[in-house]
């Protein structure tokens, strides 16, 4: 029995980047000797083992064959006669084929073992398929999309490029199941210029499958004197690498990238200036989120920015009512720091534009400060006073909220 880590940690080891986990694989054992050692069974689909003491993943050696479409369409084989080379032929990307032997005390041993040339692709920044069994899989075409955004020097080969083509164009991509779909979407998203994850995708023809309402982004003009250097889509993208130049939350960088959804509906009439588009966006995003299984701190996040971004970027206009109406409408008051990342998704919006990545974004405070006044109400002491007339509370608490509002801006002052 040999042991052997591969895949990402190899890579990563070889471009000099943190190694934040390892996958093994181990060639030559049956489920029995694993367990005898002490491993632990955990594989749904083929066998998987815990360490008995780090914890950490095994699985044996194992070739797959496509038996129908979609990401479950996999028959699996393993036996001690499958060989690494031939586990390494069923991954996704040479750079990701790699394997170095790990010895009893854990520590790798001997050569990086490299079959398909996954060095000389890391050499010329390459992603490149393993093989043609690339195309029955196609979470592989999200999977490339990633690691895009993650490593942004990277080109995908052009081989690459036609079989991802290839497999939108038979509807491989049509039958991800939705899970799956926002996994990688997501991780794509945490990745450092997520922007790439959407050019891929693009390119290849799947972002219109995927995800239509973002595609339909890119030739839908901005406003002449808003944003007229790039069209929405290119704006979008913009806005989402903002948002992960400053390590927002997933939840931001997801508002970030559905913000606008609404402009690619923009009836022809009222078009460069979008008028509605707000309203527009939630109604495209609320079926978005339902088909991807959007979880739901990202749903409600996404919505609220997309419904009032353009209040927010519009508060230095509004007196203390309506900056309180705002606030109730956002349920700011009970859920302060979902109203933290709206503002930060709109500060994204704001400087995800050419030449402005720096713009002051004085909404940001007087929007804090409002609303550290309108919290600091004892709305149980109004209540209280009117305990003989409680129709009357729920405006009395709002006028005490307005109130305190006012005095905090005039405390503050002109911006």
């Not at 095994?58 to 006669?81: I, M, N, V, W």
């Not at 499958?209 to 790039?230: F, K, M, N, S, T």
């Amino acid at each position: 029995m040999n042991i052997y880590a591969v895949g990402g940690a190899i890579r990563d080891e070889l471009l000099g980047v943190p190694v934040v986990d390892r996958d093994y694989v181990v060639v030559g054992a049956t489920p029995e000797q694993m367990a005898a050692q002490g491993y632990r069974p955990v594989g749904k689909d083929f066998p998987v083992f815990l360490h008995p003491v780090t914890q950490e993943e095994y699985a044996l050696a194992r070739t797959e064959r496509k038996t129908a479409a979609g990401y479950h369409g996999f028959q699996f084989y393993y036996s001690p006669d499958v060989t690494l080379e031939e586990d390494l032929a069923r991954r996704d990307l040479t750079i990701n084929a790699m394997a170095r032997e790990v010895s009893p005390d854990g520590t790798l041993t001997g050569p990086v073992i490299d079959p398909f040339d996954g060095r000389a692709d890391l050499e010329k920044k390459l992603f490149r398929h393993v093989g043609n069994a690339f195309i029955e899989d196609p979470v592989r075409v999200l999977r490339v999309a990633r690691f895009a955004a993650r490593f942004t020097d990277f080109t995908v080969a052009g081989e690459t490029r036609a079989l991802m083509k290839k497999m939108v164009a038979a509807g491989e991509v049509d039958a991800l199941v939705p899970e799956r779909v926002w996994q990688e979407v997501s991780r794509g998203l945490m990745e450092r210029t997520p922007s790439r994850v959407f050019a891929v995708l693009r390119d290849c023809g799947a972002l219109e499958r995927i995800l239509p309402e973002v595609d339909a982004l890119w030739g839908v003009p901005q406003r002449a004197d808003y944003h007229p250097e790039v069209d929405t889509g290119v704006h979008v993208m913009m806005v989402l690498d903002y948002a992960a130049s400053q390590n927002f939350a997933l939840t931001v960088r997801f508002a970030a990238l559905t913000h606008d959804l609404g402009k690619a509906t923009t009836p022809d009439d009222v078009l460069p200036r979008h008028i509605g588009h707000e309203g527009r966006s939630v109604d495209l995003l609320r079926p978005l989120c339902e088909r991807l299984r959007v979880p739901n701190e990202c749903r409600d996040l996404a919505l609220l920015v997309a419904r009032e971004h353009g209040n927010i970027h519009r508060v230095m206009e509004m007196g203390p009512a309506a900056l309180v109406r705002l606030f109730e409408r956002c349920d700011a008051l009970r859920k302060p720091a979902r109203f933290a990342e709206a503002l930060q998704a709109c500060v994204a919006d704001a400087r995800g534009r050419l030449g402005l990545s720096q713009q002051p974004y004085p909404q940001a405070e007087r929007l804090r400060e409002a609303l550290v006044a309108a919290r600091a109400v004892d709305a149980g002491a109004v209540a209280q006073q009117y305990a003989k007339e409680p129709a009357r509370i729920k405006d009395a608490v709002h006028h005490a909220r307005v109130e305190a509002v006012k005095a905090a801006l005039e405390e503050a002052g002109p911006v």
